[in-house]
């Protein structure tokens, strides 16, 4: 009986959004009374290893350790099969996997190879029914939001990354048994499905948006490429990313890698500054996370002012010129 934070990372890389995601393993621990337990399944190697300290100073009580030759890509069907098999043997109450690319794969088909209930998009949790936890979770692309219980002996929830606060963390070494190496059983895993022919990078200036603490966004009211080197210039004072509405993307002013929205990415930032954005419901389904979202947009009555914190209805060549000067001088 434990809350059980899946951590996968392929190619021994430390994939974003580790530690929120213990932060929302202790909150769930804290509803039910239960220990914080990490598992983390991937290459075998130093940053594994290293991963593996990381979420017990994050706050695992003890961490699992799953290594194999054989998790080197990210396939998922040897991912689901690797973590149903550590899920039969710790048996946790619930398992929380973040929900993003690879993440929001494995959840679902987990839950249904070992019988547990899959909540997805899960922002936020309460005390739900019968003690057990009332997963928060946006629907209608965001208009609502939705508190989901689940009745199962077992719960995957992917949970949408960043959506929690990290935990702060704690010095020093974890004891030995609070670290421990599971052998996986050779048999476990299935033939790969998956072959890899070629690796491709997206290039990208700065910090990714996933990441993004802050990020400056624009859409069709930046009225071309040029626009968006304004606003790239903001980003860096700002050390921020940029990002994009679909209008921008769709009129090749800048890459689909940087849409924003239901059929972009989901963002979760501290600060989201829309620039010439409507607000389409489609693109607010991508910022609900964004703990603050300031605007500017020349119609006082574009749609995005409700959903901003703080409004200028004002054209943006007014504006952000003066506020790049500014705050490259503070
Ligand atoms: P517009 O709606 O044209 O808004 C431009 C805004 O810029 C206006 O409000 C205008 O007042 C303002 N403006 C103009 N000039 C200036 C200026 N000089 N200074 C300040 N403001 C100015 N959209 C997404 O973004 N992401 C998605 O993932 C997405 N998925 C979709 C999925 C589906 C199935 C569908 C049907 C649509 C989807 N859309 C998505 C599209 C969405 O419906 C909107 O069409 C799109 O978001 C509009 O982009 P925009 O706000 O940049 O453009």
Redesign the pocket.
């Known amino acids: 009986m434990s809350v059980l934070a899946v951590v996968v990372a392929p190619q021994g890389r430390s994939p974003s959004g580790w530690a929120e995601l213990m932060g929302a393993a202790s909150t769930v621990a804290r509803l039910t009374g239960e220990p914080v337990e990490a598992l983390v399944a991937g290459a075998d190697g130093p940053s594994l290893e290293a991963l593996a300290r990381d979420l017990w100073r994050r706050g695992a009580d003890r961490v699992w350790r799953l290594a194999s030759d054989g998790l080197t890509e990210p396939d998922p069907d040897r991912y689901v099969a690797a973590l149903a098999w550590a899920a039969g043997r710790l048996e946790p109450t619930t398992l929380l996997i973040n929900g993003d690319p690879l993440g929001a794969q494995l959840g679902p088909r987990l839950a249904m190879r070992i019988g547990a209930a899959s909540v997805t998009e899960v922002v936020d949790v309460r005390p739900g029914e019968q003690g057990r936890p009332g997963w928060v979770r946006p629907m209608y692309g965001g208009k609502a939001m939705a508190v989901v219980g689940s009745r199962q002996a077992r719960t995957v929830v992917n949970v949408r990354p960043r959506a929690f606060a990290a935990p702060a963390a704690r010095s020093g070494e974890p004891p030995a048994d609070a670290l421990v190496s599971l052998e996986l059983d050779a048999g476990a895993l299935p033939a790969p499905r998956l072959r890899v022919l070629e690796r491709r990078t997206a290039a990208s200036d700065g910090v990714r948006l996933e990441d993004a603490r802050i990020i400056v966004s624009g ?3 930046m ?1 071309g490429p040029e626009g968006f080197q304004v606003l790239q210039q903001l980003a860096e004072v700002l050390g921020g990313a940029v990002g994009a ?4 993307v769709d009129a090749g002013w800048v890459p689909g890698h940087l ?6 990415k989901m963002v979760a930032p501290d600060l989201y500054l829309a ?9 607010l ?2 910022i609900s996370g964004a703990r603050h979202v300031v605007a ?4 006082p009555e ?1 749609p ?1 002012f409700r959903a901003a914190e703080i409004g200028l209805a ?4 007014k504006v952000l010129p003066s506020l790049i000067e500014r705050l490259a001088q503070a």
């Open positions: 859409g069709r009211g009225g509405s679909r209008a921008a849409q924003i929205g239901q059929t972009g620039v010439g954005i409507s607000g389409a419901s489609q693109h389904a991508g500017i947009n020349k119609d574009a995005i004002e054209d943006w060549r």
